[in-house]
Nanobody, 120 residues
């Protein structure tokens, strides 16, 4: 019964910024961002638990900031200093662990994805 809807993707030049949003309908689970580039597997980007904890993949530390407004069941990802390697479909996910995690097994709900393209 849970639905996730992402927005905010787009095309930017290297060094630019984007802010992704995810709305959670029908639930109040912890949420996270994953991404998948063509020909590659899905990888964790950043997570935000309902307990307030956060987690980042090393590839985005210092550049991306995850935040949430769980009173509104919203998740955000501020992406700064984007590089071409960030190009991927970004997915919002929701799961049942109060603590932030990027373990795929913790997430049972997924959004449709929003495309991020970074040009050199």
């Amino acid at each position: 019964h849970v639905q996730l809807v992402e927005s905010g993707g787009g095309s930017v030049q290297a060094g630019g910024s984007l802010r992704l949003s995810c709305a959670q309908y029908g639930g109040s689970f912890s949420m996270a961002w994953f991404r998948q580039a063509p020909g590659k597997g899905r990888e964790g980007v950043a997570a935000h638990g309902t307990d307030g904890s956060t987690m980042y993949d090393d590839s985005v530390k210092g550049r991306f900031t995850i935040s949430s407004n769980y009173a509104k069941n919203m998740l955000y990802l501020q992406m700064n200093n984007l590089i071409p390697e960030d190009t991927a479909m970004y997915y919002c996910a929701a799961g049942g662990s109060p603590a932030a995690t990027l373990r795929l097994s913790k997430f049972g709900y997924w959004g449709q994805g929003t495309q991020v393209t970074v040009s050199s």
